[in-house]
T-cell receptor
Framework: GENVEQHPSTLSVQEGDSAVIKCTYS??????FPWYKQELGKRPQLIID?????GEKKDQRIAVTLNKTAKHFSLHITETQPEDSAVYFC???????????FGGGTRLMVKP | GAGVSQSPSNKVTEKGKDVELRCDPI?????LYWYRQSLGQGLEFLIY????????KSGLPSDRFSAERTGGSVSTLTIQRTQQEDSAVYLC??????????????FGPGTRLTVT
C-alpha cells in the first residue's frame, strides 16, 4: 500500500519568514495530493491540493509543488503569520475520491 | 450549509465495553470515510464507503471494529470489547462522488474516545 513520509515533524520560524514542508510517497499510482491544516482541538481543513497533471499550484501565500518522477511534493508558505501556527498534514490518494494516506504531520510554530 | 457532524463529541468507556460512534455526512456526499488520530499522531485510514459499493475495510485494525452506512447517509462505527489502545480521536469525512472533479474530503469535528 501507499506510504507517505513527512518532514520535518516540527518547524519554528519567525513571523514573515517562509516555511517549507516536504513529503515523499511510495505508490506511483497516486495522483492526488492534498494538504490539510489542523489547529489545536479542531478538525483538519483542506488548504490546497494538487493533481498529477500539474507541477505547481499557488493560492496567495501558499504554494504546492509536485515532482512525480522523484515521488515528492512540498508545501511552501511565504510571509508567515502567527495564525499559520498549526499542524499540517500532507496526504496522497491513488484515485479521485479514494481514501487518503496521510503523512505524520508537521507542527509549525510562527513566532511573532 | 451544514458540515459533517459527529456524535458524541467525547466518550469515556471502560475496557471491554462496546461503543458506537455516529457520523452524519454533508447532504449529497456519496463517499464517507473513517479515520483515527491517536494523540499527537497523523490520521490513520479505517474504512471507506462509496455509494452502494461494498466498503473498503482494509484499514480496520482488528475484527473488533466494524462500520455500517444506512441509506447511503449516516454511518456508525462500532468498536467491540474496547481496549486502552483504542483511545483516540475518530474522525469522519465525506466527499462528492468519485466522478465529480471536486472531491475534497470535508472532516467532522471528531469523537474523542477514552478507554479506561
Amino acid at each position: 500500500g501507499e506510504n507517505v513520509e513527512q518532514h520535518p515533524s516540527t518547524l519554528s520560524v519567525q513571523e514573515g519568514d517562509s516555511a517549507v514542508i516536504k513529503c515523499t510517497y511510495s505508490d506511483s499510482a497516486s495522483n492526488y495530493f492534498p494538504w490539510y491544516k489542523q489547529e489545536l482541538g479542531k478538525r483538519p481543513q483542506l488548504i490546497i491540493d494538487i493533481r498529477s497533471n500539474v507541477g505547481e499550484k499557488k493560492d496567495q501565500r501558499i504554494a504546492v509543488t509536485l515532482n512525480k518522477t522523484a515521488k515528492h511534493f512540498s508545501l511552501h508558505i511565504t510571509e508567515t503569520q502567527p495564525e499559520d501556527s498549526a499542524v499540517y498534514f500532507c496526504a496522497a490518494s491513488p484515485n479521485a475520491g479514494n481514501m487518503l494516506t496521510f503523512g505524520g504531520g508537521t507542527r509549525l510554530m510562527v513566532k511573532p | 450549509g451544514a458540515g459533517v457532524s459527529q456524535s458524541p463529541s467525547n466518550k469515556v468507556t471502560e475496557k471491554g465495553k462496546d461503543v458506537e460512534l455516529r457520523c452524519d455526512p454533508i447532504s449529497g456526499h456519496t463517499a464517507l470515510y473513517w479515520y483515527r488520530q491517536s494523540l499527537g499522531q497523523g490520521l490513520e485510514f479505517l474504512i471507506y464507503f462509496q455509494g452502494n459499493s461494498a466498503p473498503d475495510k482494509s484499514g480496520l485494525p482488528s475484527d473488533r471494529f466494524s462500520a455500517e452506512r444506512t441509506g447511503g447517509s449516516v454511518s456508525t462505527l462500532t468498536i467491540q470489547r474496547t481496549q486502552q489502545e483504542d483511545s483516540a480521536v475518530y474522525l469522519c469525512a465525506s466527499s462528492l462522488a468519485r466522478s465529480n472533479p471536486t472531491y475534497e474530503q470535508y472532516f467532522g469535528p471528531g469523537t474523542r474516545l477514552t478507554v479506561t
